[in-house]
Nanobody
Framework: QVQLVESGGGLVQTGGSLRLSCAAS????????MGWFRQAPGKEREFVSA????????DVANSVKGRFTISRDNAKNTMYLQMNSLKPEDTAVYYC?????????????????WGQGTQVTVSS
């Protein structure tokens, strides 16, 4: 198993930037595909971005393509989400997730391990 802790959320204005971090426990971090999901009030949890266990391949949702970038540093057991050109529609709780596989999925059910979430609020 792996424990995940997100950080870096906060309140920003439209057009601003934030970098979220997901710190993972253990020395098997490099064996996990990782993903970012978000959930706004009254809405379902949605896929944001994902990365393979070795960082070789990534995917991003169309809604954030060109604005968000996922990365990971396996030596530091940490995954990141760089968010630029933020919009009010990006306001949500952002969750870090892990799956013990090389390749990632885009459905929440495919990820057994989750962090506690971090709030991102983008004001108009």
């Amino acid at each position: 198993q792996v424990q995940l802790v997100e950080s870096g959320g906060g309140l920003v204005q439209t057009g601003g930037s934030l970098r979220l971090s997901c710190a993972a426990s253990g020395r098997t971090f490099s064996s996990y595909a990782m993903g970012w999901f978000r959930q706004a009030p009254g809405k379902e949890r949605e896929f944001v971005s994902a990365i393979t266990s070795n960082g070789g391949r990534t995917d991003v949702a169309n809604s954030v393509k060109g604005r968000f970038t996922i990365s990971r540093d396996n030596a530091k057991n940490t995954m990141y989400l760089q968010m630029n050109s933020l919009k009010p529609e990006d306001t949500a709780v952002y969750y870090c997730a892990a799956a013990s596989n090389y390749y990632y999925g885009t459905t929440p059910a495919l990820y057994p391990y989750w962090g506690q979430g971090t709030q991102v609020t983008v004001s108009s």
